[in-house]
């Protein structure tokens, strides 16, 4: 009589576990903004039949970058030029519009993390965007992805180029220039080798691992433990936020504060600055194939970024 409750307990489990899991993939988030778009799509242009689309997981895979991106999954009108003033997730993507620069990447070459970075491969909202814990390199959103302009524009770093479509990174290199970083910080990408402080010529490709071992987050006012969020504290206030244990009662432990100075900079320019050391890849690391590189004439001028 036990082992047959037992054994109808342990079915009825087993059974409602199942439902459990089916009802949550035929009501998985991505396939209520896929079917949305799909009948905004279907509005837009007069064809109703295209409201009965069938939902599924959309995947841009690319072999030569080695990525699998699955955001258009729920991102469906990101090259539709008809969506521009829809929200997200079904809006145009910025600058595509018109043969707007994003219009020359194209996203069946491209994907999307090569630029955002994150999770290219999770549909679920809290997987994807914002914070999201664990993740070798956090997703970047506006001004953060400007960021990743130099993994194939290697000639962005140079002074006297300006371009104002990642405006943010302009003004950061201009800060670094004028404040004179490379006179401390060894920065390849501007032809510097100073010893006196650390190396940055690599920053933007450490993982968050790599980050939080070297980096003490006890000062950090905000409670993500990220690498952007450290370096925009830091720029505004470092010696709050690394201001050493010079009395600690162990010797072994004391530790020097910063000399960096405090440059009273503003919440904008510390965002720039931010952006700008995240800039700083190590092509090595990156391993973007030469044939995603900007069409110039010759790239030898900036081997020295290599």
């Keep these: 009589m036990v082992k047959h409750i037992v054994f109808g307990i342990s079915g009825f489990l087993i059974v409602l576990q199942l439902g459990i899991f089916v009802y949550k993939e035929e009501t998985a988030e991505w396939k209520g903004y896929q079917a949305t778009y799909y009948k905004k799509l279907a509005e837009v242009t007069g064809n109703p039949e295209i409201a009965n689309n069938p939902i599924k997981v959309k995947q841009i895979w690319d072999k030569n970058l080695n990525r699998a991106d699955r955001c258009t999954t729920c991102h ?22 018109d043969s707007g620069y994003i219009s020359k990447h194209a996203f069946e070459k491209f994907g999307c993390t090569i630029c955002h970075e994150g999770n290219g ?5 809290a997987a994807t965007h914002g914070v999201v814990k664990h993740l070798d390199r956090q997703p970047l959103s506006t001004p953060y992805v400007q960021a990743s302009c130099t993994k194939c524009h290697y000639e962005l770093h140079v002074k006297e180029i300006n371009w104002p479509e990642a405006d943010v990174l302009m003004k950061g290199k201009d800060l670094a220039y004028e404040l004179g970083c490379g006179a401390c910080h060894a920065i390849r990408q501007f032809g510097t080798n100073a010893p006196l402080a650390p190396e940055l010529s690599n920053m933007g490709s450490k993982t968050e691992l790599a980050f939080t071992l070297v980096h003490d987050f006890a000062h950090i006012e905000s409670e993500d433990h990220i690498t952007r969020v450290w370096e925009y504290e830091h720029f505004l206030d470092p010696q709050k936020i690394v201001p050493g244990t010079p009395d600690a009662p162990d010797p072994k432990d004391r530790t020097s504060p910063t000399i960096m100075p405090n ?44």
């Design 76 to 97: 469906a009108g990101i090259d539709n030029p008809a969506f521009e003033n829809e929200p997200q997730p079904y809006t145009t993507h910025p600058n595509f519009k």
């Design 263 to 306: 440059y009273d900079l503003t919440e904008e320019e510390a965002v720039a600055l931010t952006v700008f050391v995240l800039s700083l890849r190590d092509p090595e690391v990156e391993n973007i194939p030469a044939q995603y590189f900007p069409k110039i004439p010759s790239h030898k001028g900036f081997f020295q970024y290599r």
């Design 121 to 125: 491969q999770a549909v679920t909202v």
